[in-house]
């Protein structure tokens, strides 16, 4: 499947963004093949509002199938279950690299449709 | 007549001013449409007549006829529609009424149900009508309820108390009033709020002039503005505590020859500005 990281900076080292939403931008990578697709910028980074769910909805036009982030808000989170994706949370990966490796080993903890978001509270 | 009573910065003494006009003109109708904080009814003696639900409109989708083509959601601007190429979910409380997406619809798949976002409080006060807007805890816009306020008392002398800011609300407020009435405070954060509200003001088209509130504190920096920008200041309330005295115990105040004379001067001011020529019938 498509798996989409949340990328800061310009980097080579695709260090991994704090948020979600407001995400500068996100590296897309295909699961099964190992390949790293692309990296689309985020226009949700200077939304009005409901970034997180324009963000969930920016992915699905991508045919992404599973987000690796730090929390989301409860919005975004209903968004992402609405239109069936899979969420694992970061945890304290610094870069994709490390992220793509941990939820290969299984090691990211993935988001249950029973929990209950938390958000950045950043608001 | 509709006069909008705004500010800009919140706190400078719109519902003051909105309230005292509204006692100094019998008969005229006074509508609260600070529909997140409406307060003006604390200082009125209202008999209440009743209370009704405000409705706004949601997206409904035909699943029969939609074929998850994706153009309503990247019409909507509020980002109120998810879609997918498995499904269309409509997002009710972010949904902003605007009727955009049943539109452009190629299958014409959506139609429209309605939700309570808040309420609408009606009563007489002063021999005239008076009116508030309440919106619900945690809704997005109160702009339906302002709209539904203001069309339902178009008759006579309206005064309309706005709400702080120049978003949506205020605009909804302000737009296509006869008049506004900017309340400004004659402090550095006051004048900076107040340049927002007069630039909303301008590009609504809504002729507008000045009241200097709690004038003597602060500094000149309000008159410099008014000033340099061509403002006309209609008249000043000057600072006084046991004002703000007065309306932290819910009263108006109205109890000095004093004050009574400033606030009929006040009145006659704006709306002689306003160009209201009262109709006897």
């Keep these: 499947m498509i798996l989409a990281f949340c990328v800061r900076g310009n980097d080579e080292s695709l260090p991994l963004d704090e948020r979600f939403g407001r995400s500068d931008k996100f590296c897309l990578v295909n699961s099964d093949s190992g390949d790293y697709l692309k990296i689309i910028a985020n226009p949700m980074k200077e939304a009005t509002g409901s970034a997180g769910i324009g963000a969930v909805q920016l992915l699905s036009d991508q045919d992404v199938q599973g987000i690796i982030a730090p929390h989301l808000g409860p919005k975004a989170e209903d968004a992402r279950k609405d239109l069936d994706m899979k969420l694992w949370d970061q945890g304290d990966c610094k870069t994709v690299d490390d992220a793509f490796d941990s939820w290969k080993n299984g090691d990211l903890k993935p988001v249950a449709d029973s929990d209950r978001p938390k958000g950045l509270f950043r608001a | ?281």
């Design chain 2, 1 to 281: 007549m509709q006069i909008s009573i705004v500010s800009g910065k919140g706190g400078t003494g719109k519902t003051t001013l909105a309230t005292r006009l509204f006692l100094s003109k019998g008969g005229s109708t006074l509508l609260d449409c600070d529909v997140e904080e409406p307060n003006a009814g604390i200082f009125l003696q209202v008999s209440w007549s009743g209370v009704e639900t405000c409705n706004s409109q949601f997206p409904v989708i035909n699943e029969e006829l939609c074929t998850h083509c994706g153009v309503c959601a990247s019409f909507c601007s509020f980002n109120a529609i998810l879609s997918s190429r498995r499904a269309t979910i409509p997002l009710a409380e972010r949904c902003h009424d605007c009727g955009g997406c049943a539109l452009v619809c190629p299958q014409k798949a959506i139609s429209y149900a309605e939700r309570g976002i808040g309420k609408i409080g009606r009563g007489r006060s002063n021999g005239g009508d008076f009116a508030y807007g309440s919106l619900n805890v945690g809704e997005l816009s109160g702009v339906g309820i302002i709209r539904k306020l203001r069309d339902s008392y178009r008759d006579g002398l309206v005064w309309i108390d706005g709400p702080p800011g120049t978003a949506c609300s205020a605009v909804a407020a302000v737009y296509d009033a006869d008049f506004a009435v900017l309340v400004g405070e004659p402090t550095p954060f006051g004048v900076s709020d107040m340049a927002m509200a007069v630039e909303m003001l301008r590009n609504l088209h809504v002729p507008f002039g000045v009241v200097v509130n709690k004038a003597g504190i602060g500094n000149s920096e309000i008159y410099e503005f008014c000033q340099k920008e061509n403002i006309l200041i209609l008249g000043e309330i000057p600072f006084d505590r046991s004002m703000a005295a007065e309306h932290a115990a819910g009263r108006v105040g109205f109890d000095s020859d004093e004050r009574n004379e400033l606030f009929a001067q006040l009145t006659g001011s704006i709306l002689s500005a306003a160009g209201y020529a009262e109709v006897h019938v």
